[in-house]
Each structure stands twice: as structure tokens, then as C-alpha cells.
């Protein structure tokens, strides 16, 4: 088996659809030929009507899948605030977000394919169980998968409550020493090749290096590009290079 075959059941996924009345934001366009997934903003963190209209469009055109990327209710902090909030409200803002965009997934005759949830909210239900149920009740209520980080709070509950899970690699972003994603309020330039040796040697041992250089066990299912970052599109194209498409 060579290595396209291997790495076949591996998806590249990006953030899109986070552009907001005249302001554009992302490389959507140009990402929507290098990936297998997008999770389209719902207006919360970021995104209007007319942006998840658009994102949908893009790609049913192009054969993308689409899941929702709900994210906390903070278009000035980007989502990227915490909140405090309780497991009800937690399912009440994604069932909401949700279902906003499964209205336009329906109008391209388009499947919701998977929740993956967004910024500090994704951080959030990473460390604590009970606000995690709440994106769980939602995923099932769908018949979908839920996207996040192995080993957390994601990935129990939803194998807990028999929802799908798939784990992510992320190689825009740092990882601390806990396995927890650095998150940045701005997002910044990623080296292609520094993106790329992160997915060679995860899949040659599995293993990531954090910020102090621990070594991290990382199992994944699909790879993340950030749209917003400066030159998104080289980094998609380096790591599928290394995934041998």
C-alpha cells in the first residue's frame, strides 16, 4: 500500500464563512480546492446569513463536506473570550447556530456532516464534561460526528453518549504541555514546512512536541488549516503534499 492509500481516510478541515456584512475575512476560495471539510461560522463568533449562504455554495460546488462551528456570542472578541455558562446554555447557543445553518445545507440539498465548536468555546468543553453534554445532546439529536481534541472532555463524552468522534491534529496552532491548544486572539503567518514536518512525524510515531518540548501522543482523524491565517492556502497545500495528494 503506498501512502496516498494509507492516508486516505485522513481529511484536511478549515474554519470558513467568517466574513460579516462588508468585512471579509479568510482565504475560503482559495482553501475550498485543497480541503475535504469546512465548518462554516453561525453568526455567533462571527458570519451573517449571507456568508453561510455563500460558504454552502462554495462547497457543494467544489464537494466539500459541511459541518457547523458554533462559537460563543462575541462577534468583538472573535469568540475568543470565555464565558461562564451553564450546560443548558451551552446546548440552547449550538442548537441555535446549528440550526441556522442546516436552513442553508437544506437549500443546496447539502448533509450536515459534523459540530465542531469554535474558539474558547472549543476550549471550554475540552476540560469540562458537563458543558460538553450540551454539544453531545445536539450532535445526537443530528445523527452526526463531533470534532475536537483526543483525550479530552470532546472525546469522552461523545463515546460516552455513542456519538461519533473524530480527533483533530492542528498545525497552525501550539500545543501546551497539557495537550491544550494555544489559542491566539490574532491569528499569524505558519512556516508550510514547520506545518509539514508536524504531520510527517505525527504520522511516522504519533507524536507532537509542545511548546517545552514534551512529547505528546496526538491520535486524529482529520487535520486542521485555519482560514484566517495570512498564507492559510500554502499551508493546506504542504500538508497535502505529505498526505501524497
Known amino acids: 500500500?503506498?501512502?496516498?492509500?494509507?492516508?486516505?481516510?485522513?481529511?484536511?478541515?478549515?474554519?470558513?464563512?467568517?466574513?460579516?456584512?462588508?468585512?471579509?475575512?479568510?482565504?475560503?476560495?482559495?482553501?475550498?480546492?485543497?480541503?475535504?471539510v469546512a465548518n462554516v461560522a453561525c453568526g455567533f463568533h462571527s458570519g451573517d446569513p449571507d456568508a453561510m449562504e455563500t460558504t454552502v455554495a462554495l462547497a457543494k460546488?467544489?464537494?466539500?463536506?459541511?459541518?457547523?462551528?458554533?462559537?460563543?456570542?462575541?462577534?468583538v472578541g472573535f469568540g475568543r473570550r470565555e464565558m461562564k455558562l451553564t450546560p443548558d446554555e451551552?446546548?440552547?447557543?449550538?442548537?441555535?447556530?446549528?440550526?441556522?445553518?442546516?436552513?442553508?445545507?437544506?437549500?443546496?440539498?447539502?448533509?450536515?456532516?459534523?459540530?465542531?465548536?469554535?474558539?474558547?468555546?472549543?476550549g471550554m468543553l475540552a476540560r469540562d464534561e458537563a458543558l460538553m453534554q450540551g454539544a453531545v445532546n445536539v450532535a445526537a439529536s443530528y445523527?452526526?460526528?463531533?470534532?475536537?481534541?483526543?483525550?479530552?472532555?470532546?472525546?469522552?463524552?461523545?463515546?460516552?453518549?455513542?456519538?461519533?468522534?473524530?480527533?483533530?491534529?492542528?498545525?497552525?496552532?501550539?500545543?501546551?504541555?497539557?495537550?491544550?491548544?494555544?489559542?491566539?486572539?490574532?491569528?499569524?503567518?505558519?512556516?508550510?514546512?514547520?506545518?509539514a514536518a508536524r504531520v510527517r512525524r505525527v504520522l511516522e510515531d504519533g507524536t507532537v512536541l509542545a511548546t517545552d518540548g514534551t512529547v505528546l501522543d496526538i491520535p486524529f482523524g482529520s487535520i486542521c488549516v485555519h482560514s484566517d491565517a495570512p498564507n492559510s492556502p500554502a499551508v493546506a497545500r504542504a500538508v497535502a503534499g505529505v498526505l501524497g495528494r
Open 61 to 75: 460546488e467544489h464537494g466539500v463536506l459541511v459541518g457547523a462551528h458554533p462559537g460563543l456570542p462575541d462577534l
Open 1 to 36: 500500500m503506498d501512502d496516498a492509500q494509507a492516508y486516505s481516510n485522513i481529511t484536511i478541515n478549515s474554519d470558513m464563512g467568517e466574513s460579516f456584512g462588508i468585512h471579509s475575512f479568510g482565504n475560503d476560495e482559495a482553501l475550498m480546492s485543497l480541503v475535504d
Open 90 to 122: 451551552v446546548e440552547s447557543l449550538i442548537r441555535y447556530q446549528v440550526g441556522a445553518l442546516v436552513g442553508f445545507l437544506g437549500k443546496y440539498d447539502l448533509p450536515l456532516n459534523h459540530i465542531k465548536p469554535h474558539g474558547s468555546l472549543f
Open 143 to 195: 445523527g452526526v460526528a463531533l470534532f475536537g481534541i483526543a483525550g479530552s472532555a470532546h472525546q469522552s463524552v461523545a463515546e460516552r453518549s455513542g456519538v461519533e468522534f473524530v480527533g483533530e491534529l492542528y498545525v497552525d496552532l501550539d500545543y501546551d504541555p497539557q495537550g491544550n491548544l494555544i489559542i491566539l486572539r490574532r491569528p499569524e503567518e505558519t512556516d508550510p514546512n514547520t506545518a
